[in-house]
């Protein structure tokens, strides 16, 4: 059974690099075809889906957060990775990732809370 687990600094000042790591553990990050997401949740709001990094290595972000994101991955570590920069306050949320197919998530890992604060 595939299990995600997300890792990275809680907190994160204004301006600087956001970069939290996705640990997958029961399956790897190569098979196909499996698309391996982050998504992010700010207090009190909805999902916003970020962006994916495919089994094949390709990569498809969100048009409104496309000029500051990059994900990228470690096959040797069955990791994925997500940076996000110049934040701002705007980018406090809980950041999750998540393992899916075309069009759908399927498993989640347990979220992580990330504040943009001086």
């Known amino acids: 059974q595939v299990q995600l687990q997300e890792s990275g600094p809680g907190l994160v000042k204004p301006s600087q690099t956001l970069s939290l790591t996705c640990t997958v553990s029961g399956g790897s990050i190569t098979t196909s075809y499996y698309y391996w997401s982050w998504i992010r949740q700010p207090p009190g709001k909805g999902l916003e889906w970020i962006g994916y990094?495919?089994?094949?290595?390709?990569?498809y972000y969100s048009p409104s957060l496309k000029s500051r994101t990059s994900i990228s991955r470690d096959t040797s570590k069955n990791q994925f990775t997500l940076q996000l920069s110049s934040v701002t306050p705007e980018d406090t949320a809980v950041y999750f990732c998540?393992?899916?197919?075309?069009?759908?998530?399927?498993?989640w890992g347990q979220g992580t809370l990330v504040t943009v604060s001086s």
């Open positions: 990094i495919a089994y094949s290595e390709r990569t």
């Open positions: 998540a393992r899916g197919g075309w069009g759908y998530l399927e498993v």
